[in-house]
């Protein structure tokens, strides 16, 4: 089949997805598959609508951003409560439907009250700010970031992100299941793909918020903390085969300022030979958790890749970590672009991490399966680094399948071979995904959407 007869396809599933609210287009859902249920798929969720929301900006269809983006800021709490029924202020939801009363259209907000484990999102509102400065940059349109509603609507999201919470990092303090990751996967605490969405939305907030009076406390909060941020993120939770051998000889019980170890990380709880034998000598990545006596070894790719886009890894990390990826191909493409992260865990990990989870069991769903709606970000992190022929090679193997597979939400399976056991089909962020990719490969200057590089 040619690559028109699959944009086109691609394109007519993402038509088909857009919901009204009171006539005017607001978002998309996140599945339209006939036979499945729908459970929450039928719901617009604003992390699943990012990679739409560029392709419609790419494509003139602005109307239907900034829809969304003045719609999900209304749902937003602005006040602050002591109240655990309510969310708190400046959190964004997962996702938001239409409902009709008496006749008339609402949007019903689930921030994770109605959700599978009842999980809140701290991704969306980072998400968020990512697509209004898209909207900026694409539309030049800065009056809408200015307006007092948006202000307050940033100011609102990183008050809740930067508040000091009970620890004394640099990093945001999240629950387990609070990202795309919507289930128990061990990612409590300091998640790499929660922090590198928190580094791209700190920068983003410096450019779009307006330095007045109101504002300045905010602006300087956030100047605090993007270097502390920056050099945890860069030193510590990096791994290559240097880094490796580091940690591997590392102090423990170190007391006071001057620790190396400062999480008292203990040797034997990394699979250092495993790791030697997978890290490449060329290859380096950013390990998806770090806390105390924790350093999580699996390789998370929302973190990696917008690490590389927002430049929170330096250029020598962004190409080790495409290296990584080249170099261990069938590991983390295999036969669908790609792990959402690697590797699985199995047995008693399993078990003990994700509550045996059977969605996520091993090589499945978030657990080691094999996600299309990444391809995008692969596509933007290699066109940025100059890898392109990555991301090609990537879109071709993601061609071969989703049509014949009907759009599938993962795949599972240590290559990715499987369609994915309880996966939707006509997954919408799938098809945007791919036509995303697709856009940027065709013309790299839309990587100004996401890539701010001054
Ligand atoms: C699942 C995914 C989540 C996604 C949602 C809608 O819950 O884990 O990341 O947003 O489906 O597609």
């Known amino acids: 089949m040619s690559d028109q007869a699959i944009v086109a396809q691609a394109w007519d599933l993402l038509e088909k997805s857009i919901i009204y609210y009171r006539d005017r287009p607001v978002g998309t859902i996140a599945a339209c598959d006939p036979d499945s249920a729908a459970l929450n798929y039928d719901q617009c969720f604003i992390r699943d609508f990012i990679s739409a929301g560029l392709l419609f900006l790419i494509k003139g269809r602005d109307d239907i951003v900034r829809n969304f983006l003045e719609e999900t800021l209304k749902l937003q709490p602005k006040t602050g409560q002591l109240d655990c029924s309510k969310p708190s202020r400046g959190l964004m939801p997962a996702?938001?439907?239409?409902?009709?009363?008496a006749g008339r259209e609402y949007l019903k907000a689930d921030f994770g009250d109605h959700a599978i484990g009842r999980v809140a999102p701290a991704d969306a509102c980072l998400w968020w700010?990512?697509?209004?400065?898209?909207?900026?940059v694409s539309t030049q349109d800065m009056a809408l970031a200015h307006r007092e509603d948006f202000q307050e609507g940033m100011r609102v999201i990183l008050e809740l992100c930067l508040v000091t919470r009970f620890d004394m990092y640099?990093?945001?303090l999240v629950p387990d299941a609070a990202s795309?990751?919507?289930r128990?996967?061990?990612?409590?605490?300091?998640?790499l793909d929660i922090q590198s969405l928190f580094y791209a939305a700190l920068?983003?907030?410096?450019?779009l918020l307006i330095p007045n009076q109101k504002n300045e406390y905010i602006i300087q909060a956030v100047h605090n903390r993007l270097g502390p941020l920056l050099r945890q993120l860069r030193e510590n939770y990096w791994?290559?085969?240097d880094r490796l051998n580091i940690i591997y000889r590392y102090q423990v019980e170190e007391y006071g300022e001057e620790a190396l170890n400062q999480f008292n990380i203990y040797s034997d709880s990394i699979p250092f030979y495993r790791l030697a034998k997978w890290l490449p000598p060329a290859g380096g990545y950013l390990a998806g958790n770090l806390g105390p006596s924790q350093l999580d070894c699996r390789f998370f790719a929302i973190g990696n890749l917008m690490a590389i886009i927002s430049s929170l890894a330096d250029e020598q990390q962004s190409h080790k970590i495409l290296n990584l990826i080249e170099l261990r191909w069938n590991n983390l493409i295999g036969d669908m672009p790609m792990k959402l992260c690697f590797p699985a865990l199995e047995d008693a990990d399993w078990r003990i991490v994700t509550g045996a989870d059977p969605k996520n069991r091993p090589w499945s769903y978030h657990n080691g399966g094999s996600w299309p709606v990444l391809l995008w970000m692969l596509t933007a992190a290699a066109r940025k680094m100059q890898r392109t022929e990555l991301a090609h090679h990537a879109i071709a193997i993601a061609e071969r399948r989703l049509i014949q597979d009907q759009w599938p939400e993962y795949y599972d399976g240590p290559d990715g071979r499987l369609i994915g056991k309880e996966a939707r089909r006509y997954q919408t962020w799938t098809a945007s995904g791919y036509l995303l990719?697709?856009?940027?490969?065709a013309n790299p200057d839309h990587l100004k959407l996401v890539i701010d590089d001054d």
């Not at 996702?95 to 009363?101: A, L, N, P």
């Not at 990719?437 to 490969?441: G, R, V």
């Open 180 to 182: 795309m990751i919507d």
């Open 184 to 191: 128990r996967m061990g990612l409590y605490g300091h998640p």
């Open 437 to 441: 990719a697709k856009e940027l490969i």
């Open 95 to 101: 996702s938001f439907k239409i409902v009709s009363v």
């Open 129 to 136: 700010v990512i697509l209004l400065r898209a909207y900026v």
């Open 239 to 241: 791994l290559d085969p």
């Open 203 to 207: 920068r983003i907030s410096l450019k």
């Open 170 to 172: 640099p990093m945001v």
